[in-house]
């Protein structure tokens, strides 16, 4: 079969991290459907990620990482989403986050150091709890109910956030709250293991179940001020958008990479007896196939050049949102549109709780609830397009 990663693979480099994603796409495969039944972050799955040092890959060469470009990031993701959405989707948001604050120096240098040296040296994950029931999507610009008091030695923090993926297995939160003492929302870092610090299991949803998004509930937890590291830039003449979110259409695109996979491996091998030839020789069973592969030329070739602009001209970021958001509005509504596709292929199988496609179904559909959410992504086009400026 016509490997669709050949495309995208160009350098030596890029061959050796894909390899090390490749592994772990193996690995994780393996274990999908047990960690979907779960609802849960598998904790085998979490070795492997640490044991091969993918949590460490988008640190700094010089922090003990290697220094991984948004081109790679997306690269090494879609692979594993091959193997498990909810793996890629989890470790890359720590891995994502990480690129965030490098790229951005959004930390006091020291204590991004020693972030970096929890990372490499610990195998400590991280990863941004930012949603609350009342708020739902932080991108909308709703202000955190999880309030952070000042007090003498530094913050007392309550509140609750949702969809926190893999809240049980973090080493660290990176929790926003809403700041009586300047009137802004600021970035703490809590440890899990902290005074007041709780996980609710909340988490039982149709997709994406292995991300284990539970509920973190944070009641009177004490942090010095230390822990206060990002303040957001609420005064910032113009947000800098953010790559690092492209590991989200990456993720989508991998699971419907690996439903076009099994689907055309069905195809050739299923011959029922009304038939001389496997279905793959079907006129519509073909079309299907067609169909599948615009799809995913069509998103993938589109997200990789958006990509290689970013890695290739950061003069050219601030200008990047709009395209950004496409990438994502494209991919994700891409990716279902694959699944189902594949779906229609392999028939009434695919809805058998023992077949992967039911899960890649459900899967797929979560991508249109991170953000940006499609509403938002047409509209910044429509204001750019309609901008005088
Ligand atoms: C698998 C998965 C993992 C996730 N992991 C994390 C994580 O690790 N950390 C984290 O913080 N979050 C995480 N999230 C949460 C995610 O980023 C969203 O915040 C969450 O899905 C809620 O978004 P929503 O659009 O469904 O909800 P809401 O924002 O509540 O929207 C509900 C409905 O109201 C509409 N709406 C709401 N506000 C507006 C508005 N201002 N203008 C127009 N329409 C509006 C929406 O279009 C939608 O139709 C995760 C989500 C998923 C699905």
Known sequence: MWDVYEPFIKTKRQKELFSLSEHLAAKVRKRAAETDRKGSFSLENLKDLKDTGYVALSLPKELGGEGLSLYEFVLLQEKLAEGDGSVALSIGWHLGIIMEIRDENLWEPSTFEWLCSEVSAHKKIINRAATEPATGSPTRGGIPETRAVANESGYTITGRKSFTTMAEVLDYYLVSAYIDEFDEIGWFLIERNQSGVSVEHTWDTLGMRGTGSHDLVLNGVHVDKSKLVELKASKQEKP??????????????????????EAIEFAKNYQPNSLQTPISEVHHVKEKVGQMDLELLNARHFMYAVTEKWDHYPEERIRLGPELAAVKTIATNAANKVVDLAMRIVGGRGLSKTSSFERYYRDVRAGLHNPPMDDAVIQTLAQRALDDN
Request: with cysteine.
């Open 240 to 261: 800098i958008p953010k790559g690092w979110l492209l590991h989200i259409p990456s993720c989508y695109l991998g699971i419907a990479i690996a439903a076009r996979n």
